[in-house]
T-cell receptor, first 115, second 112 residues
Framework: AQSVTQLGSHVSVSEGALVLLRCNYS??????LFWYVQYPNQGLQLLLK??????LVKGINGFEAEFKKSETSFHLTKPSAHMSDAAEYFC?????????????FGAGTRLTVKP | IAGITQAPTSQILAAGRRMTLRCTQD?????MYWYRQDLGLGLRLIHY???????GKGEVPDGYSVSRANTDDFPLTLASAVPSQTSVYFC???????????FGPGTRLTVL
């Protein structure tokens, strides 16, 4: 079965600094990969996703992620953090050959942005 | 367009009581899901439904049941609540295929 590991349950950056949230996955077949963001007391919103094609995917709010098959990684980055980026971020993986119901989420990374 | 709505927003429940969490979507998505979110564990799938009339068990189904009588509604029932079911519950839906899941705002449930 596929699984997701998010390195670092809590990341703190200064406003304007680079944001890097790490995600590694395990999957027996090519995966579909997702990053979601959760603001306080809200549901999850999709930031970006990788299914096929270009391995560098761009999402909303200036975020992007690169699928690296050799490293089994899908790290999320943003060149310059904004105060409004403070939230919890979840990486998720689903098998491309599996049922849509078999999505596995990482434990989440809480991003704090310092002024 | 509301997307996915969940009710109630929050609830405090005595152990042993029966509780149904409601979920309704207006996007005509085939697939629907129930997750629980616990600190340090991320989201774990409780039950899912690939289409109206069918349901399946997820990663942590014990103590929960679901039904899918129509496309729009997917209620989650706790027959006899226990304190370990204290959590935040999220309903989600998806058109399927390569598409992502869309999430509701959540229900915060406390079982005492």
């Amino acid at each position: 079965a596929q699984s997701v590991t998010q390195l670092g349950s809590h990341v703190s950056v200064s406003e304007g600094a680079l944001v890097l949230l790490r995600c590694n996955y395990s999957s027996s077949v090519p995966p579909y990969l997702f990053w979601y963001v959760q603001y306080p007391n809200q549901g999850l919103q999709l930031l970006l996703k990788y299914t096929t094609g270009a391995t560098l995917v761009k999402g909303i709010n200036g975020f992007e992620a690169e699928f690296k098959k050799s490293e089994t990684s899908f790290h999320l980055t943003k060149p310059s953090a904004h105060m409004s980026d403070a939230a919890e971020y979840f990486c998720a993986v689903r098998l491309s050959t599996g049922n849509n119901n078999d999505m596995r989420f990482g434990a989440g990374t809480r991003l704090t942005v310092k002024p | 367009i509301a997307g996915i709505t969940q009710a109630p927003t929050s609830q405090i429940l005595a152990a042993g009581r029966r509780m149904t969490l409601r979920c309704t979507q207006d996007m005509r998505h085939n697939a629907m899901y129930w997750y629980r979110q616990d600190l340090g564990l991320g989201l774990r799938l409780i039950h899912y439904s690939n289409t109206a009339g069918t349901t399946g068990k997820g990663e942590v189904p014990d103590g929960y049941s679901v039904s899918r009588a129509n496309t729009d509604d997917f209620p989650l029932t706790l027959a006899s609540a226990v304190p370990s079911q204290t959590s935040v519950y999220f309903c989600a839906s998806s058109p399927g295929g390569v598409n992502e899941q869309f999430f509701g705002p959540g229900t915060r449930l406390t079982v005492l």
